[in-house]
T-cell receptor, first 111, second 115 residues
Framework: GESVGLHLPTLSVQEGDNSIINCAYSNSASDYFIWYKQESGKGPQFIIDIRSNMDKRQGQRVTVLLNKTVKHLSLQIAATQPGDSAVYFCAENRGDYKLSFGAGTTVTVRA | DVKVTQSSRYLVKRTGEKVFLECVQDMDHENMFWYRQDPGLGLRLIYFSYDVKMKEKGDIPEGYSVSREKKERFSLILESASTNQTSMYLC??????????????FGAGTRLSVL
């Protein structure tokens, strides 16, 4: 079946630098995508979402970019902070209110 | 804020036991979900409920059942626990709108160990 995947399982970032987390999806019919953050010992927390009729969406310190041509999604975190250390998941809407999740990227922020 | 509460953070059970995982949401959401999360595999959907007493199998329903007698409560049942069901279990809920913007809100998870 279709799946959502992340390019790299881990990412190490210097505090204050920008982080870019990538995600490739395979279902060209996907029309809605979400990024989640999961801190240790907690459930996934919604960060930002984007519809397929958009290329870019910005939140507080985060930007999601969608490239439908190559079926690629990215999450950019500006001025990464220690509190950004977590596992980040992308998810796509697979219909009937369900989501498909990637395996996640673990982001570690170096002081 | 949406709150999804899972009754236990940690559970240790023995092989063959019947196990109940409880989940309650306080936002009057239509949809509720149970996932399991294993390293390297992401979140996999076990069961989904879109209304009271309504349920739908997810991707890995074998060995599990669910119950939704009230809108706010969704229970996951392991009829006879096995060691391969050792995992993190996550409950989620969503509003159930007709549009695309159906964000799922998660509980903190229950880490189940089956010995």
């Amino acid at each position: 079946g279709e799946s959502v995947g992340l390019h790299l399982p881990t990412l190490s970032v210097q505090e204050g630098d920008n982080s870019i987390i990538n995600c490739a999806y395979s279902n060209s019919a996907s029309d809605y995508f979400i990024w989640y953050k999961q801190e240790s010992g907690k459930g996934p927390q919604f960060i930002i979402d984007i519809r397929s009729n958009m290329d870019k969406r910005q939140g507080q310190r985060v930007t999601v970019l969608l490239n439908k041509t190559v079926k690629h999604l990215s999450l950019q975190i500006a001025a990464t902070q220690p509190g950004d250390s977590a596992v980040y998941f992308c998810a796509e809407n697979r219909g009937d209110y369900k989501l498909s999740f990637g395996a996640g990227t673990t982001v570690t922020v170096r002081a | 804020d949406v709150k999804v509460t899972q009754s236990s953070r940690y559970l240790v059970k023995r092989t063959g036991e019947k196990v109940f995982l409880e989940c309650v949401q306080d936002m009057d959401h239509e949809n509720m979900f149970w996932y399991r999360q294993d390293p390297g595999l992401g979140l996999r959907l076990i069961y989904f409920s879109y209304d009271v007493k309504m349920k739908e199998k997810g991707d890995i329903p074998e060995g599990y059942s669910v119950s939704r007698e009230k809108k706010e409560r969704f229970s996951l049942i392991l009829e006879s626990a096995s060691t391969n069901q050792t995992s993190m279990y996550l409950c989620a809920s969503s509003f159930g709108s007709e549009g695309f913007w159906d964000i799922q809100y998660f509980g903190a998870g229950t880490r189940l160990s089956v010995l």
